[in-house]
Nanobody
């Protein structure tokens, strides 16, 4: 079983920045792909960005050029640097991780990001 603990959410003005962190613990298995998803009120959970264990990244079109995902494999931690935030970025942000080799999927509890215009 993997526990994912997120931190770094909060309230920020449009144009500002936030950095989210997510630390994975409790697994003896290797952590594979890690990522961030968000869910706005009344909407489905959507991909924001993912990063593989080798560092390959994938971003939603809406955040390209503004958000950067990174990870520290020694700490099993993934980060999301969010710059030039917009009101439409307001959502609960969830961390996700897969364990290897069977790609079991785990979710964090979510952290609220609110961007005021």
């Amino acid at each position: 079983q993997v526990q994912l603990v997120e931190s770094g959410g909060g309230l920020v003005q449009a144009g500002g920045s936030l950095r989210l962190s997510c630390a994975a613990s409790g697994s003896r298995l290797s952590i594979g792909t890690m990522g961030w998803y968000h869910q706005a009120p009344g909407k489905q959970r959507e991909l924001v960005a993912t990063i593989g264990s080798g560092g390959n990244t994938n971003y939603a079109d809406s955040v390209k050029g503004r958000f950067t995902i990174s990870r520290d494999n020694t700490k099993n931690t993934v980060y999301l640097q969010m710059n030039s935030l917009k009101s439409e970025d307001t959502a609960v942000y969830y961390c996700a991780a897969e364990t290897l080799p069977f790609r079991n999927h785990y979710w964090g509890q979510g952290t609220q990001v609110t961007v005021s215009s």
